[in-house]
């Protein structure tokens, strides 16, 4: 039925330019009949917490346990190579599905004292969590945008993200990107950081004001508002040319 109703509007508002092709491309619409608006972060909502005193090799992911497309566990192996030769910890807001996939793989490794799940937490507690980490890892296979990319750029973490979908349009130059479903790229990465606090400082400085600039509410609604004005505008100009018929 998506496809059937989608194949009627004009135009199709997505969230990307990623969504743009791959909608286009399952559902056969040509790529001039979508707009894209990206989505908006609550600035309000996630923001740096300068009070918070961040901690050292503290790796925070916001993620499903029980969704393999949001690749935790290419995160929890990542981990485990770290974990072998660095003391650090893994925060991962959400719920732990018991006896599931990743509740074996944490326990096989035997990281089980390294990785911790908060279960559902308030949104200020969700903040306070960002000021803690010393970085935000976003390990997903796809992403139709990357919300949490997001929200750990507006709270001033220092972000590492796969290039899966859509997440290089939300990061850009602001964070480090890493190929999907690659454990090692991912523990490289998040040494780099570890190692480098300088640049992982200069990246959560540039990814909040990526966030700012391009990734507002205020500006989702005004690039929305512009589709509409296209549209009305395009039907004013249909009425306006039809010829007379008395």
Known sequence: MQKVVARTLNPIITVSEKARQDIGRDFTIPADRFRVVFNGIDLDRFHPVPEIPRESNRIIATNSSDTPLKGLHYLIEAVARIAARRPLKLQIIGELKKGGDIDRLIHGLGIGPVVQFTGRISHSDFVRQYAKASMAVVPSIYE??????????????????????ALPEVVGDAGILVPPADPEALAEAMLNLIDHPGRAAALGRAGRDRVQRRFTWKRAAQNTVDVYREVVCDHHRFQTD???SG
């Open 242 to 244: 039809r010829p007379f």
């Open 144 to 165: 139709g945008f990357g919300l949490p990319v997001g929200e750990a750029m507006a709270c001033g973490v220092p972000v590492i993200s796969t290039t899966g979908g």
